[in-house]
C-alpha cells in the first residue's frame, strides 16, 4: 500500500508541476498553488521512499559489504537507525505542536500535516526493525533458520 502512496506521490507531483509550467508558458497566468504542493507531496515522497529503500536494503550502506557483515553488526547499524528514528520522532513533537494551526502560505493547508511525513517514513522503518527483531527472535524460539529479504532482519 505504500508503494502504492508513492507512485500516486510522484504522479500528483509530476502533474501540479506540469500545471504550471503550462499555465505560466502557455498562458501568461502561473498558478499559486502549485509550486507549493509540489513540495509538500516530495517531502512526503521523500520520507515514504526512504523507508522503502530500507526495507528492501537498497540504501548504499547497507550494501556496501555484501556476505561480510556479522549478524550482531547489522543488529547494531539498525539499533543506531531506531534509536535516531525514536529521538527525532520525540523531539519533533515541539515542532509539530507549534505547527498544528500554521497554515501554508499558498494552499491553507496546515503544516502539521506536511511534518507528518516525516512521522511516516521513519515510523514506518522503525516498525520494521521491530518486526525484523521479533521474526528474528521467534525463528530463533522455533528453530527454524533465518531468513533474508524485503522485511526479514538480516
Known amino acids: 500500500m505504500a508503494e502504492a502512496a508513492i507512485v500516486l506521490l510522484t504522479v500528483a507531483m509530476v502533474a501540479a508541476a506540469a500545471a504550471q509550467i503550462v499555465a505560466r508558458y502557455a498562458f501568461a497566468a502561473p498558478l499559486a498553488w502549485s509550486e507549493e504542493l509540489s513540495r509538500y507531496l516530495f517531502v512526503w515522497l521523500a ?3 526512504a523507508w522503502l529503500a530500507w526495507r528492501r536494503r537498497e540504501h548504499i550502506s547497507l550494501d556496501m559489504l ?3 557483515v556479522r549478524p550482531a553488526t547489522v543488529r547494531l547499524a539498525e539499533l543506531l537507525v531506531l534509536a535516531f528514528a525514536v529521538v527525532a520522532m520525540t523531539k519533533g513533537m515541539r ?3 507549534l505547527s498544528a494551526r500554521q497554515p501554508s502560505a499558498a494552499l491553507g493547508l496546515p503544516m502539521v500535516w506536511v511534518y507528518a511525513g516525516f512521522y511516516a517514513g521513519m515510523g514506518m522503518v522503525a516498525g520494521d526493525i521491530l518486526t525484523g527483531w ?3 527472535f521467534d525463528r530463533r524460539g522455533s528453530g527454524t ?3 533474508s529479504g524485503p522485511g526479514a532482519a538480516t
Do not use: E, K, T
Request: proline share 13%; aromatic share 6%; hydrophobic share 55%.
Open 134 to 136: 521479533l521474526r528474528a
Open 66 to 68: 555484501p556476505g561480510r
Open 145 to 147: 533458520a533465518p531468513q
Open 95 to 97: 515542532l509539530m505542536g
Open 47 to 49: 520520507f515514504l521512499a
